[in-house]
């Protein structure tokens, strides 16, 4: 309750400071690359950062994510050269390498991540029956996220005691991910024809698959918040890790 009264305080706060024409400076931390500890390529451990009451436009963390249909069946941890991330898909190498300038960087606001996820075919993540805003909220700083893509078992996130089922984007509403939302490779999902901007937008497609088809997602974190304006602005991005997804 401190750190909600802090954050109304502050907000109000800057409401007052930018009607008076003092210009307001936002800087969000990204989470560091050392608090991820990746398993394999079906878990990822994510140790979450504090913000001080300082950081009163922080809001909560968001994970974006794309999918990546594949003929290439990977055993271990993914490496993320570029010889590596293209035998796997073309297009998960040009947007890992295009991505990555960005999570060099201290900060960053939408203008820029914002418009970079979504030039790239990335969406935020979502959960089934839960608001992931709600759920990955500034409540939960300083906790462990885990990120889990089991073999046989819907993909989900744990955090503070509880779980989730993972569930793909509708890109609100703007397309309709066949077979349904959940992070399973079914041969809906990474069939060819389904890869277009009204039916499986999230996906990625691989042309020249004679056999077995698979898929992965790749996903990044970002420190999210809202300024004076009402505006999100993001910390940089973090590259969280490719993960494969389970056969249903």
Same mark, same amino acid.
């Given at each position: ?11 109000? &706060? ?36 504090? &913000? /001080? ?49 960005? +999570?060099?960087?201290? +900060? ?7 418009? &970079? ?16 805003? %709600? ?9 462990? &996220? ?5 073999? *046989? ?16 984007? +509708? ?15 079914? /041969? ?8 277009? /901007?009204?039916?499986? !937008? ?5 042309? *020249? ?8 997602? !790749? ?9 004076? %304006?009402? +505006?999100? =602005?993001?910390? !940089?991005?973090?590259?969280? *890790? =490719? ?6």
């Amino acid at each position: 309750m401190r750190r909600k009264a802090f954050s109304f305080f502050f907000f109000i &706060l800057a409401l007052l400071l930018s009607s008076c024409g003092i210009e307001d400076y936002y800087f969000l931390y990204s989470v560091p690359q050392g608090n991820i500890q990746v398993t394999l390529n079906n878990r990822a451990t994510i140790q979450l950062p504090s &913000l /001080s009451d300082e950081y009163y436009y922080f809001t909560n963390f968001t994970i974006f994510y794309r999918l990546y249909i594949s003929g290439n069946q990977e055993s271990g941890t993914i490496q993320t050269s570029q010889a590596s991330l293209s035998s796997i898909n073309p297009y998960l190498s040009s947007d890992y390498f295009a991505i990555e300038p960005y +999570t060099q960087s201290d +900060t960053t606001v939408s203008a820029t991540t914002g418009s &970079l996820f979504k030039g790239r075919n990335f969406y935020r993540l979502e959960l089934e029956n839960a608001n992931i805003d %709600n759920v990955l909220s500034n409540e939960i700083m300083g906790q462990t &996220l885990i990120i889990d893509f089991p073999v *046989g078992v819907r993909p989900f996130l744990s955090i503070d005691g509880s779980s989730y089922t993972l569930h793909r984007s +509708t890109g609100e509403g703007s397309f309709n991910p066949v077979p349904n939302r959940y992070f399973l490779n079914t /041969s809906e999902l990474n069939s060819s024809s389904n890869v277009s /901007s009204t039916v499986n !937008a999230d996906v990625a497609n691989r042309t *020249g698959i004679s056999g077995s088809r698979f898929t992965y997602a !790749a996903m990044y974190i970002v420190v999210t918040g809202i300024d004076s %304006n009402f +505006t999100p =602005i993001y910390s !940089a991005p973090t590259f969280v *890790g =490719i993960f494969a997804l389970p056969n249903p």
